[in-house]
């Protein structure tokens, strides 16, 4: 197979249009995220949190907050690692929860897992008895008799039932069924997950693969390794170069055959979790865009702010908006719009609009 050549503008467009944020908006939440292949899920809620905030970039007025929570309920999207997926997807990982219920080598990051697992078999097998008397339940009223605590660096002390339960997750015995507020509710994952066949071991890989690169559209072949989703695509795809840039890259060739079509823009406020910019070396090479969330940083070493949105004009990465909802006061407080270059007219009015889209969106007004 030729490989394919791109020019800058081109690899640009086929990101933005992969991963929905052109000027077509998608029908509804349950086909967006099936595209998407997930939503990352984060606590964050600065302006908003990172799953709705994805959504509503992408959907519009036309999406609400409860969507989400309605379709979980439904269980046509499900929680999985700190993600929300189609819930057909979960056959692409049952597979590999199964090697992990064997001990199987690779079958986990850190081998430290397996061996507390079996130290506390006694407080996981506790665990299933209640969740399939009393499930779904909250993690902070199943009892912890766990006979070896969690050996923590600091953020987890004290959470050995947590653990425990994201990592029977891991192994397909529990899944989280729902949420009430912020707590997770867990049950058994076979009254959770689909009945569906598992795709073997052997094939699942490829085609998680093939989903992210139809939903990146643009992405390495492999790159640095990363916790929740991979960057990279292995062998998915055709081969492509992109002009001015080192190395090759694999492309969908779905998005190769729309090359020749006009392509329509807007502008777009991103989630810092949004999957467009997640590969921070990938954006600096395809965008030329610098950027970092920096709401681990002392004030001073802030840029852009606590939890500086991306912005998104036509196929270019333009600048960062730094805001705050003060749902007290009932305003969107924007602190600043950093242009990483001067903002033509038409672009300055574009993310004005899209400002306070955003401001309606959350029932607030906006404050400069």
Not at 32 to 37: C, F, K, P, Y
Request: aromatic share 6%; with cysteine.
């Amino acid at each position: 197979m030729s490989m394919h050549r791109l020019s800058l503008a081109d690899a640009r467009r086929i990101a933005v249009r992969a991963q929905l944020l052109d000027g077509v908006r998608p029908a509804g939440l349950v086909e967006l995220v099936r595209h998407l292949t997930l939503l990352q899920i984060d606590p964050t809620a600065a302006v908003a949190p990172s799953a709705d905030l994805v959504a509503w970039s992408r959907l519009g007025a036309a999406y609400q907050p409860q969507d989400l929570v309605d379709a979980l309920g439904r269980r046509e999207l499900v929680e999985l690692a700190a993600t929300v997926r189609p819930a057909q997807d979960i056959a692409l990982y049952r597979a590999e929860m199964r090697l992990r219920r064997d001990d199987a080598p690779g079958a986990f990051r850190y081998r430290r897992h397996p061996d507390w697992i079996r130290a506390n078999d006694a407080c996981r097998r506790d665990i299933l008895a209640r969740l399939a008397a009393e499930g779904p339940l909250p993690s902070r009223v199943i009892p912890d008799t766990c006979a070896v605590p969690w050996a923590s660096t600091g953020w987890t002390n004290d959470q050995n039932v947590i653990r425990l339960l994201d990592l029977m997750a891991a192994l397909g015995e529990v899944a989280v069924a729902g949420r009430r507020g912020r707590d997770r509710l867990w049950d058994l994952a076979e009254r959770v997950y689909p009945h569906d066949p598992p795709v073997p071991a052997e094939e699942a890989p490829r085609r998680r693969s093939e989903r992210r690169l139809r939903a990146l559209g643009i992405a390495r072949a492999k790159t640095t390794q990363v916790p929740i989703e991979p960057w990279d695509v292995g062998d998915a795809g055709e081969q492509a170069v992109v002009d001015g840039v080192k190395g090759t890259w694999r492309v969908d060739p779905e998005q190769l055959g729309r090359l020749g079509e006009p392509f329509v823009g807007r502008a777009a406020l991103l989630s810092p979790f949004d999957r467009l910019i997640h590969d921070r070396k990938r954006t600096v090479e395809l965008f030329g865009f610098d950027y970092g969330l920096e709401m681990y940083k002392p004030v001073a070493k802030r840029r852009w702010g606590y939890y500086a949105l991306p912005i998104l004009h036509g196929d270019r990465l333009v600048g960062k908006l730094d805001a705050a909802a003060d749902r007290r006061a009932g305003v969107l407080r924007v602190h600043a719009v950093h242009e990483d270059e001067p903002f033509s007219p038409a672009t300055a009015a574009a993310v004005d609009a899209e400002i306070a889209d955003l401001a309606a969106w959350l029932q607030l007004k906006v404050e400069r």
